[in-house]
């Protein structure tokens, strides 16, 4: 909102008033600021929750304090379009640079040093390896691309200017614990910064698929989604370091995800069981049009994670029980990762002798209520504007009783498969996972 | 007793290597720029009150303009919903629209 405010400001000569709930409110006056905006907007906190409550509370939020000054808020709205302007709301200009980082820490010892990186939240938490200039070197030689090369300037949270260095990037490489070989696959998951953030529950998943996969010796087999493989867990969490020192995700400051997600521990890395794939399944970067010979990595963004619990009962197909468990789901996207075993009967015994042909049959079929489907705040803030629009099947929708059935996943393509697992139990996983676009690994070699 | 480290540690937040004439940093800072000038009072103004999409900003703005209503009466209040992604500056039509009609603009509520 704060760009919407200050655009309005700026280019418009119209004075604001930002309204933002006590979550939030933080980020629109300091974060937004410095690295957005650059303008001190006006905004008065609302009491969170805001929604969901009853006119009453809603009235007596009114009727009560702005969060930010303290004032009756109403009083706090018109002051914010009154009240003349102070000296530091009429700056222009550059800010004075801030003083660098130093490129080294002082000499210290490993535990003061382990200290530090936690207390600068240079960790998950697990203990790092400290990036000495000899393991940053070795970790160098992963790669052909010179150490101060700018891998990505707009890094920041909502892609505010942070630009990182492929020797920042080997330095976390090396506290995640990583080796050389991983580095191109480090850089490319680097590439996509900044990640999703969220107050909801937010995750990513990172997939991985082409020859690097076997290379580096992921897993994409038996417990591939377990914390049983170096390449996949230090990968994993290498996104983490990433998001949290180049990102600059900070709790309560850049980041307000109110639980946050267990799947952000290592943010579910993998790679596709390529190998296990039936005849006519493509691999997933296949799907997306590289060549199967690139190495490709894909990182996904969804909320939710069902587990089909058991194996496949003999009375209800698979692509069935998918299609039960998908209807929980937003709708607005599903990406299901299955065993091999899930695929070969998919396959071989249901017909479905592609992904697409699978995408295509669950889009016909995944039902939910109308009602339901609007309850959903992500889909309701998101495709209830392209209904008010005008645009179908959105706006249709708006009008259906709240029980009335619809198909959510209007478009196939949105619907995805991965293969992965080791063939011990025909079970399979529902995810509102989507992708964003593949991106090279071979670039970063 | 702890030893230090042989070895020189390199600092996570380091851009050194980053050329800042023509990169900037990381910690570097947005421009600042001004707010636009504030109306002496807001008697006889038109205001908007824009949704910006978040769930129960309607609601909330409900009671703004029912407030504005019942304590300014000489306000006018005109309430838009903003077509378009919630996370995106993507109404110039509005803000046109806002420029053309109105004098001041209240945006919520962020959530």
């Given at each position: 909102?704060?760009?919407?405010?200050?655009?309005?400001?700026?280019?418009?000569?119209?004075?604001?008033?930002?309204?933002?709930?006590?979550?939030?409110?933080?980020?629109?006056?300091?974060?937004?600021?410095?690295?957005?905006?650059?303008?001190?907007?006006?905004?008065?906190?609302?009491?969170?929750?805001?929604?969901?409550?009853?006119?009453?509370?809603?009235?007596?939020?009114?009727?009560?304090?702005?969060?930010?000054?303290?004032?009756?808020?109403?009083?706090?709205?018109?002051?914010?379009?009154?009240?003349?302007?102070?000296?530091?709301?009429?700056?222009?200009?550059?800010?004075?640079?801030?003083?660098?980082?130093?490129?080294?820490?002082?000499?210290?010892?490993?535990?003061?040093?382990?200290?530090?990186?936690?207390?600068?939240?240079?960790?998950?938490?697990?203990?790092?390896?400290?990036?000495?200039?000899?393991?940053?070197?070795?970790?160098?030689?992963?790669?052909?691309?010179?150490?101060?090369?700018?891998?990505?300037?707009?890094?920041?949270?909502?892609?505010?200017?942070?630009?990182?260095?492929?020797?920042?990037?080997?330095?976390?490489?090396?506290?995640?614990?990583?080796?050389?070989?991983?580095?191109?696959?480090?850089?490319?998951?680097?590439?996509?910064?900044?990640?999703?953030?969220?107050?909801?529950s937010?995750a990513e998943m990172?997939?991985?698929?082409?020859?690097?996969?076997?290379?580096?010796?992921?897993?994409?087999?038996?417990?591939?989604l377990?914390?049983?493989?170096?390449?996949?867990?230090?990968?994993?969490?290498?996104?983490?370091?990433?998001?949290?020192?180049?990102?600059?995700?900070?709790?309560?400051?850049?980041?307000?995800?109110?639980?946050?997600n267990p799947l952000?521990?290592?943010?579910l890395?993998?790679?596709?069981?390529?190998?296990?794939?039936?005849?006519?399944?493509?691999?997933?970067?296949?799907?997306?049009?590289?060549?199967?010979?690139?190495?490709?990595?894909?990182?996904f963004?969804g909320w939710n994670f069902i587990n089909s619990?058991?194996?496949?009962?003999?009375?209800?197909?698979?692509?069935?029980?998918?299609?039960?468990y998908?209807?929980s789901l937003?709708?607005?996207?599903a990406t299901l990762l299955?065993?091999?075993?899930?695929?070969?009967?998919?396959?071989?015994?249901?017909?479905?002798?592609?992904?697409?042909?699978?995408?295509?049959?669950?889009?016909?079929?995944?039902?939910?209520?109308?009602?339901?489907?609007?309850?959903?705040?992500?889909?309701?803030?998101?495709?209830?504007?392209?209904?008010?629009?005008?645009?179908?099947?959105?706006?249709?929708?708006?009008?259906?009783?709240?029980?009335?059935?619809?198909?959510?996943?209007?478009?196939?393509?949105?619907?995805?498969?991965?293969?992965?697992?080791?063939?011990?139990?025909?079970?399979w996983f529902a995810t509102d996972f989507?992708?964003?676009?593949?991106?090279?690994?071979?670039?970063?070699? | 007793?702890?030893?230090?480290?042989?070895?020189?540690?390199?600092?996570?937040?380091?851009?050194?290597?980053?050329?800042?004439?023509?990169?900037?940093?990381?910690?570097?800072?947005?421009?600042?720029?001004?707010?636009?000038?504030?109306?002496?009072?807001?008697?006889?103004?038109?205001?908007?009150?824009?949704?910006?999409?978040?769930?129960?900003?309607?609601?909330?703005?409900?009671?703004?303009?029912?407030?504005?209503?019942?304590?300014?009466?000489?306000?006018?209040?005109?309430?838009?919903?903003?077509?378009?992604?919630?996370?995106?500056?993507?109404?110039?039509?509005?803000?046109?629209?806002?420029?053309?009609?109105?004098?001041?603009?209240?945006?919520?509520?962020?959530?």
């Open positions: 909102m704060s760009h919407e405010s200050g655009e309005i400001e700026q280019k418009y000569g119209i004075p604001t008033v930002s309204l933002a709930g006590s979550n939030v409110v933080s980020f629109g006056i300091g974060p937004n600021l410095t690295y957005n905006t650059g303008m001190p907007l006006r905004y008065v906190g609302v009491p969170f929750p805001f929604s969901g409550q009853p006119r009453s509370v809603l009235r007596s939020y009114i009727e009560g304090k702005d969060t930010v000054s303290g004032k009756p808020m109403m009083a706090a709205i018109v002051d914010g379009l009154t009240k003349p302007l102070t000296a530091e709301e009429r700056m222009s200009g550059n800010p004075p640079e801030s003083t660098p980082e130093p490129r080294l820490l002082p000499p210290d010892t490993e535990d003061h040093l382990q200290l530090l990186f936690k207390e600068r939240c240079w960790t998950d938490y697990n203990p790092v390896i400290i990036p000495t200039e000899e393991r940053v070197a070795a970790m160098l030689k992963g790669t052909g691309h010179k150490p101060d090369e700018i891998v990505k300037s707009a890094a920041g949270t909502f892609g505010t200017r942070r630009p990182f260095t492929v020797e920042k990037v080997a330095t976390i490489a090396v506290m995640a614990g990583a080796k050389p070989a991983y580095l191109p696959v480090i850089l490319a998951l680097a590439n996509e910064v900044p990640y999703q953030d969220s107050t909801t937010i990172v997939v991985v698929n082409g020859p690097i996969r076997k290379e580096i010796d992921m897993n994409s087999g038996l417990g591939a377990g914390p049983n493989n170096d390449a996949n867990s230090v990968i994993g969490r290498s996104m983490t370091l990433i998001h949290k020192i180049i990102q600059g995700y900070d709790e309560g400051v850049t980041g307000f995800a109110s639980l946050s952000r521990y290592d943010n890395c993998f790679a596709e069981n390529e190998e296990a794939l039936p005849e006519g399944w493509q691999p997933f970067h296949v799907q997306m049009g590289h060549k199967p010979t690139d190495s490709v990595l894909t990182i963004t619990t058991g194996w496949v009962e003999q009375h209800y197909a698979p692509q069935n029980l998918m299609r039960d998908m209807s937003s709708g607005m996207g299955m065993d091999p075993s899930v695929a070969e009967l998919l396959n071989n015994v249901q017909g479905f002798t592609t992904k697409e042909k699978l995408a295509e049959w669950l889009s016909q079929n995944v039902e939910k209520i109308a009602q339901s489907y609007w309850g959903n705040a992500i889909v309701s803030s998101m495709l209830g504007p392209l209904g008010e629009q005008g645009l179908e099947p959105y706006a249709s929708w708006k009008k259906l009783p709240g029980d009335a059935v619809i198909k959510p996943f209007t478009n196939p393509k949105g619907i995805h498969a991965v293969v992965v697992g080791g063939k011990t139990a025909s079970v989507m992708p964003g676009r593949g991106v090279s690994i071979d670039a970063w070699r | 007793m702890a030893t230090l480290l042989h070895s020189a540690v390199l600092n996570p937040e380091a851009y050194r290597t980053v050329r800042a004439a023509d990169e900037g940093a990381p910690g570097k800072t947005q421009s600042f720029r001004s707010l636009a000038p504030r109306l002496e009072s807001l008697h006889g103004k038109t205001i908007y009150l824009v949704d910006t999409g978040f769930g129960g900003s309607g609601r909330f703005l409900d009671q703004v303009q029912a407030w504005f209503a019942e304590h300014m009466p000489s306000v006018t209040t005109v309430r838009r919903r903003k077509t378009g992604n919630i996370f995106r500056d993507d109404a110039r039509e509005l803000w046109n629209e806002i420029k053309e009609r109105g004098q001041a603009a209240i945006l919520g509520v962020a959530g």
